[in-house]
């Protein structure tokens, strides 16, 4: 089974940046493993939805982001060490929310969270204002 872990969040001054880590371990039940699998980040915030932040295939050069990220965000990934990250530059108040790391073996990088089959337990992030 899958299993996620993300690390990096914490406090943050409005303008300044963070990079999000999360390190993937485990199989699926098809035998598939961090290279074959695509990831996103997702942002939960008070009142709000979980809603879609970036996400990156397993297919080579295939991304994407919310508007709300574009431009001032970078998804990777690094498959010799398990891990994807997410570099976010000029933080804003309003990126504050628990950050989720998901993954599923679908080719396509969904916006919507029933897509994705694993998660892990999240990391906070909160931009002072």
């Known amino acids: 089974q899958v299993h996620l872990v993300e690390s990096g969040g914490g406090l943050v001054q409005a303008g300044g940046s963070m990079r999000l880590s999360c390190t993937l371990s485990?199989?699926?039940?098809?035998?598939?493993?961090?290279?074959?699998?695509?990831m996103a980040w997702f942002r939960h915030a008070p009142v709000n939805a979980r809603v879609f932040v970036a996400g990156i295939s397993w297919f080579p050069g295939r991304h994407a982001y919310a508007d709300s990220a574009k431009g001032r965000s970078t998804i990777s990934r690094d498959n010799a060490k398990n891990t994807a990250f997410l570099q976010m530059n000029s933080l804003k108040h309003e990126d504050t929310g628990v950050y989720y790391c998901?993954?599923?073996?679908?080719?396509?990088?969904?916006?919507?969270?029933?897509?994705?089959?694993?998660w892990g337990q999240g990391t906070q992030v909160t931009v002072s204002s």
């Open positions: 485990g199989r699926t039940e098809s035998g598939l493993t961090f290279s074959d699998i695509t």
């Open positions: 998901a993954a599923t073996e679908l080719v396509a990088v969904h916006t919507q969270t029933d897509r994705y089959n694993f």
